[in-house]
């Protein structure tokens, strides 16, 4: 079974540009999670999305966004983009809403200039 | 508070040595504790987890021991092997009415001499 995907792996922005971010989850895999991983911060949770509702949302301001589509990929964008933004950005997906065990991808690693 | 302190930050080990990485959380709500193992380039991958009403798990070389009453767990790596080498991260969740929020600690990098 493939695991999950996301795409683009490297993407290169200037400040005040947006920017969104895909991820294809584990077949038959519901919820979708994403977390912003930095140097200095470590993983921080941004959002999880279980049947195309967020259901929690993490301490990040609103340019942060993200949707579920019926397919249970997930997107997500940051708008107008600053230097602190550049990360690595990782989704996680797992069967159901639980505390189910979550796979990682690869994570989307995002530099801000 | 939805702190999760983790240590040491780096950690080198002996080939055949025991790796030994702490964690200490405030919430008493948090009631799930996995650890990830996460290499260059790769996402954080489940290694182990535990569940309060249980004060330790073993799963191979890897053993979870959780103190409940002092909110500290620890990863216990036996017989360490170079391969191990990775950045490990403990987490915490409140359980299924949070959902799948996990909050992390800081990551302990493990590097195992040959």
């Known amino acids: 079974k493939a695991g999950v995907t996301q795409t683009p792996r490297y993407l290169i922005k200037t400040r005040g540009q947006q920017v969104t971010l895909s991820c294809s989850p584990i077949s038959g895999h519901r919820s979708v999670s994403w977390y912003q991983q930095t140097p200095g911060q470590g993983l921080q949770f941004l959002f999880e999305y279980f049947s195309e509702t967020q259901r929690n949302k993490g301490n990040f301001p609103g340019r942060f966004s993200g949707r579920q589509f019926s397919n249970s990929r997930s997107e997500m964008n940051v708008s107008t983009l600053e230097l602190g933004d550049s990360a690595l950005y990782l989704c996680a997906s797992s069967l159901v809403v639980s505390t189910d065990t979550q796979y990682f991808g690869p994570g989307t690693r995002l530099t801000v200039l | 508070q939805q702190q999760v302190k983790q240590s040491p930050q780096s950690l080198i080990v002996q080939k055949g040595g025991i790796s030994i990485i702490n964690c200490a959380y405030e919430?008493?709500?948090?009631?799930?504790f996995p650890w990830y193992q996460q290499f260059p380039g790769k996402g954080p991958a489940l290694l182990i987890a535990i569940r309060p009403d249980v004060s330790e798990k073993k799963e191979g070389r890897f053993t979870i021991s959780f103190n409940k009453s002092a909110k500290q767990f620890s990863l216990h790596i036996m017989d360490s092997q170079p391969g191990d080498s990775a950045t490990y991260f403990c987490a915490a969740s409140i359980g299924m009415s949070a959902g799948n929020m996990l909050t992390f600690g800081g990551g302990t990098r493990l590097m195992v001499k040959p």
């Open positions: 919430n008493t709500a948090f009631d799930y």
